[in-house]
T-cell receptor, first 115, second 114 residues
Framework: DGGITQSPKYLFRKEGQNVTLSCEQNLNHDAMYWYRQDPGQGLRLIYYSQIVNDFQKGDIAEGYSVSREKKESFPLTVTSAQKNPTAFYLC??????????????FGEGSRLTVL | AQSVTQLDSQVPVFEEAPVELRCNYSSSVSVYLFWYVQYPNQGLQLLLKYLSGSTLVKGINGFEAEFNKSQTSFHLRKPSVHISDTAEYFCAVSAWNTGNQFYFGTGTSLTVIP
């Protein structure tokens, strides 16, 4: 089955620690995205990548970092510089950003809680 | 930049009653419109999408939506809801002049009352 796999589903972190959320897709999609979801605020874009070895900041990139070394993988690191990291994180992919070919496909999400 | 407004943050409705979830967007160019559903602690699942063509779009689970360009709206409807429709619903818009970036509304929580 094609899809997007996020891990871990639940993660607890102490203040001051960096954590990395995994996102893997086997849809052969070019574009990948990371969103943060907080109650009542919808989805906010953190980073996106259109192609391997290239990525751009979204609306709330401060305190986060990403890499795109392989087409299938787009891990997100939540650094200690992120002031309020407790949230639900969603990874998504789409066929291409250069032309509209359809919708975003989402993973099941990762819930990060800072203790 | 685009913006998406979901006018109702919470919508309670009795089982088997009809429901409409409202979505308005701001754009002066051609847009692509989407409705997603999210169940607790899960990702978003596409309900339906409008890319072009007929303004009435039918999706999964008996939902449909109508694209109204003059009113810049894309309201979601279902003639008879079930308990299993209880979830969060998100409207999203994308447009070619913003690099096809997706913009999401803040969501509408639909609660179906038995």
């Amino acid at each position: 089955d094609g899809g997007i796999t996020q891990s871990p589903k639940y993660l607890f972190r102490k203040e001051g620690q960096n954590v990395t959320l995994s996102c893997e897709q086997n849809l052969n999609h070019d574009a990948m995205y990371w969103y943060r979801q907080d109650p009542g605020q919808g989805l906010r874009l953190i980073y996106y990548s259109q192609i391997v070895n290239d990525f751009q900041k979204g609306d709330i990139a401060e305190g986060y970092s990403v890499s795109r070394e392989k087409k299938e993988s787009f891990p997100l690191t939540v650094t200690s510089a992120q002031k309020n990291p407790t949230a639900f994180y969603l990874c998504a992919s789409s066929m291409s950003r250069d032309r509209m070919t359809g919708e975003l496909f989402f993973g099941e999400g990762s819930r990060l809680t800072v203790l | 930049a685009q913006s998406v407004t979901q006018l109702d943050s919470q919508v309670p409705v009795f089982e088997e009653a009809p429901v409409e979830l409202r979505c308005n967007y701001s754009s002066s160019v051609s847009v692509y419109l989407f409705w997603y559903v999210q169940y607790p602690n899960q990702g978003l699942q596409l309900l339906l999408k409008y890319l072009s063509g007929s303004t009435l779009v039918k999706g999964i689970n008996g939902f449909e939506a109508e694209f109204n360009k003059s009113q810049t709206s894309f309201h979601l409807r279902k003639p008879s809801v079930h308990i299993s429709d209880t979830a969060e619903y998100f409207c999203a818009v994308s447009a070619w002049n913003t690099g096809n970036q997706f913009y999401f509304g803040t969501g509408t929580s639909l609660t179906v009352i038995p």
